[in-house]
DNA sequence: GCCAACGTTGGC
DNA sequence: GCCAACGTTGGC
């Protein structure tokens, strides 16, 4: 099994928005290297550490859980969509995602701020400056250092 | 294939 | 709202 920590901005998709509808496919992710990791490395079971960016208090606050693999993001396809690609077609998709499932909602957010003083935690790219890509890799003594401060 | 211009992310 | 960092685009 492995981990990750998925960004999102809870403005527009929250923890609660995931809790109320229990699971969602990731959409809207249009940057290659987060799309690999969703088309080729992430698999069901593997744990999502579920991050608030852009808001009040940037940080972990939740778990999900992916449920589904690799298929593509129905969003490219559609001209109505922020998300869509004219470049993508049904035959050769461009964009793909990952379903997760509600796990937990912490009571407290770990807040980014706690994260970056937490030595263990010093190679996430997450706590290093300029890091902007919204899906990474987490190792389990990250994961477990994390779960340890909720 | 280089690289300047431009757009986006995301913390502060 | 600012701006550093970084990805993408497109002319050449």
């Known amino acids: 099994m492995n981990y990750w920590l998925m960004k999102s901005e809870p403005d527009v998709f929250s923890i609660d928005t995931l809790k109320t509808k229990k699971k969602s496919g990731w959409d809207g992710v249009r940057n290659y290297q987060a799309r690999n990791y969703m088309r080729d490395d992430m698999k069901k079971g593997d744990m999502v550490l579920f991050y608030h960016s852009s808001c009040d208090v940037p940080g972990v606050a939740g778990l999900a859980k992916v449920l589904k693999e690799s298929h593509p ?3 490219q396809f559609d001209p109505k969509s922020d998300y869509y690609d004219p470049k993508a077609t ?12 509600f796990v937990e909602k912490f009571n407290v957010v770990i807040s980014l701020h706690t994260l970056k003083s937490i030595k263990v935690l010093e190679n996430m790219p997450l706590v290093q400056k300029g890091s902007r890509l919204s899906i990474n890799p987490v190792s389990e003594v990250e994961y477990k250092t994390i779960l340890e401060l909720k």
């Not at 049904?90 to 499932?101: A, H, S």
């Open 90 to 101: 049904k035959d050769t998709p461009r964009w793909f995602m990952v379903e997760v499932e």
């Open 73 to 75: 993001d129905p969003t």
